[in-house]
């Protein structure tokens, strides 16, 4: 039984250890679109994920924009999110595992543009305070062609990317499993929690 429970294990760990490759489309502008091909045990194994195509309705818009305007009358809700980002220690770690994570994929022909806003000109700013700086690690990198920019003063949330990537399952749980046993990240949610109530 223990035998077969360490086989079983080696055999997972192996197995996470062999490269994935995506080649990706995505793009989101009022319509949402995608395009996935996943290629895993040196190309043995091919998956051409389905195209999915997402449009919102007249109807689906109007509750949107209700339920923003009723989280917009909670200001502890705001505060209970943004509790997060007003933590230098939490930013940092946000951060760094977003480096990691980075330098843990290999890219190629890698194209990102994205613009987002919150609607409020101070909650925009303090997301950018987070966002900000690794757009701008990210807009110089050689690899691929980043573009990370704020509307400070719609919602907007447009998305348009395209590329392969190459990464190690195992390498990406590891960063993953950091990430989540963090002493920062746990101190966040209890801020979180401490101001929610």
Same mark, same amino acid.
């Given at each position: 039984m223990l035998t077969g429970m360490v086989i079983f294990l080696l055999l997972l760990i192996v197995l996470l250890a062999v490269p994935v490759t995506l080649t990706f489309k995505m793009s989101w502008q009022q319509v949402f679109q995608s395009d996935v091909k996943l290629f895993w045990l040196f190309g043995l194994v091919r998956v051409h994920l389905p195209s999915f195509q997402s449009k919102a309705t007249p109807q689906e818009g109007v509750e949107l924009v209700q339920e923003i305007d009723r989280l917009e009358q909670l200001p502890h809700k705001k505060q209970n999110v943004f509790a997060f980002f007003r933590q230098k220690a939490f930013r940092q770690r946000i951060i760094k595992f977003i /480096? !990691?994570?980075?330098?843990?994929?290999?890219? @190629?022909?890698?194209?990102? @543009?994205?613009?987002?806003? &919150?609607? !409020?000109?101070? !909650?925009?700013?303090? &997301?950018?305070?987070? /966002?900000g700086p690794v757009a701008g690690m990210l807009s110089n990198a050689k690899e691929a062609s980043i573009e990370i920019v704020p509307d400070f003063f719609d919602i907007a949330f447009e998305l348009d990317s395209s590329g392969n990537i190459r990464l190690i399952p195992l390498q990406i749980i590891y960063l993953i499993i950091g990430l989540l046993l963090s002493p920062a990240i746990w101190q966040g949610v209890k801020r979180m929690r401490i101001v929610g109530k």
């Open positions: /480096i !990691d994570l980075w330098h843990a994929v290999h890219k @190629r022909n890698v194209s990102l @543009r994205v613009r987002l806003g &919150l609607g !409020d000109p101070a !909650d925009t700013g303090q &997301l950018w305070a987070v /966002i």
